[in-house]
C-alpha cells in the first residue's frame, strides 16, 4: 500500500496535462472514427469497453516493457513503426477506394484487431510513449494513459450515435476525408521512420 502511495505520490498535474493532450492526439480517437463505422457496416462486431480494455493493457505493458521486449528481439523502434505505418496504409487505401483488403475472420469481433491494435496502442503511439517517458515520470504517464482511455470509451459510445443519426452520404464524405487523414499519418509514420534509420 505504502508503495502505491509512493508510486502516485510522484504525479504531477502539469505534465499529466501535457502527456494527455499529447498522447490523444497520437491516438486520436475522432480521426477513427470512420474506420470505426466502416467496419460496423461490414458487419464488425465492436465492444467499446473491450476496445479501451485492450488499448490499455497493450500501451501499460508497452510503456513497462516495450523497450526490452524490442530489444530482446533485435527490433528497432523504427521498423516496428515502419511495419505498423504499413498496416494503417492498407486500412486507410480501403477506406478510400471502398476495397476489401483485411478478411474478418474472429467471428465478427474487430474490438482487438484492428481497433485496438494497431489503431489506437499502435507504432505511433509506442513512438510517443517512449519519446516522452525521458521528460515525464511513469506515475505521470499511467494517469495520463487512464484519462486517454476513458476519453477514448466517451468518443466510442458516441460513434454509434453517430451511426444511427448520421446520414449515410455524411458517414460516406467522412469516411473518405478521414481516410485521406489516415492515408497520410501512415505514410508519415512510415517515411518518417525510414528516414530515421537511414
Given at each position: ?109 474487430g474490438s ?6 494497431p489503431m ?79
Amino acid at each position: 500500500m505504502e508503495t502505491v502511495q509512493n508510486f502516485f505520490g510522484q504525479v504531477d498535474f502539469w505534465q499529466v496535462v501535457s502527456s494527455f493532450i499529447f498522447l490523444i492526439a497520437i491516438i486520436d480517437p475522432f480521426g477513427n472514427i470512420p474506420l470505426t463505422i466502416a467496419l460496423e457496416q461490414k458487419g464488425v462486431k465492436i465492444s467499446a469497453w473491450r476496445v479501451c480494455l485492450a488499448s490499455l493493457i497493450i500501451l501499460l505493458a508497452f510503456l513497462f516493457l516495450g523497450e526490452w521486449v524490442l530489444k530482446l528481439f533485435g527490433v528497432q523502434i523504427e521498423y516496428f513503426a515502419i511495419a505498423g505505418g504499413f498496416i494503417i496504409f492498407l486500412m486507410a487505401i480501403e477506406m478510400i477506394l471502398d476495397v476489401t483488403i483485411f478478411k474478418n475472420d474472429l467471428e465478427g469481433d474487430g474490438s482487438i484487431v484492428p481497433l485496438a491494435f494497431p489503431m489506437y496502442a499502435g507504432p505511433g503511439a509506442f513512438t510517443a510513449l517512449l519519446a516522452i517517458t525521458a521528460e515525464y515520470n511513469v506515475a505521470s504517464l499511467c494517469v495520463s494513459l487512464f484519462l486517454c482511455i476513458a476519453f477514448l470509451y466517451v468518443v466510442l459510445i458516441g460513434t454509434h450515435w453517430l451511426t444511427k443519426y448520421l446520414g449515410q452520404t455524411s458517414l460516406y464524405i467522412i469516411r473518405k476525408f478521414f481516410g485521406i487523414i489516415v492515408l497520410a499519418i501512415a505514410c508519415k509514420l512510415m517515411f518518417g521512420n525510414l528516414a530515421a534509420i537511414f
